[in-house]
């Protein structure tokens, strides 16, 4: 079974989430999670059209940025 990994981000300043997908041209964002979550596999499914394969696994690796002053 083959899966998908997107980055995902939270916007500190606007609030919501963004999501790009590792190694290719997918990127999507959300208001909340559970947005992002419909918006992620909606963007899956337009990007992998019938001649290709879908992935069987989307895998969402949430990153957070730390930043801490000297």
């Known amino acids: 079974m083959s899966e998908i990994i997107f980055e995902v981000s939270e916007d500190e300043v ?3 989430y963004s ?3 590792l190694g290719y041209g997918i ?3 959300g208001e909340t999670l559970e947005e992002l979550r ?3 596999k909606e963007a899956v499914e337009c990007y992998f ?3 290709m394969k879908n992935p ?3 895998r969402l690796l949430f990153v ?3 930043v801490l002053a000297l």
């Open 27 to 29: 990127h999507t964002e």
């Open 14 to 16: 606007d609030g919501g």
């Open 19 to 21: 999501a790009n997908a």
């Open 56 to 58: 069987g696994l989307i």
């Open 64 to 66: 957070r940025d730390e």
């Open 49 to 51: 059209d019938e001649t």
């Open 38 to 40: 419909q918006n992620v």
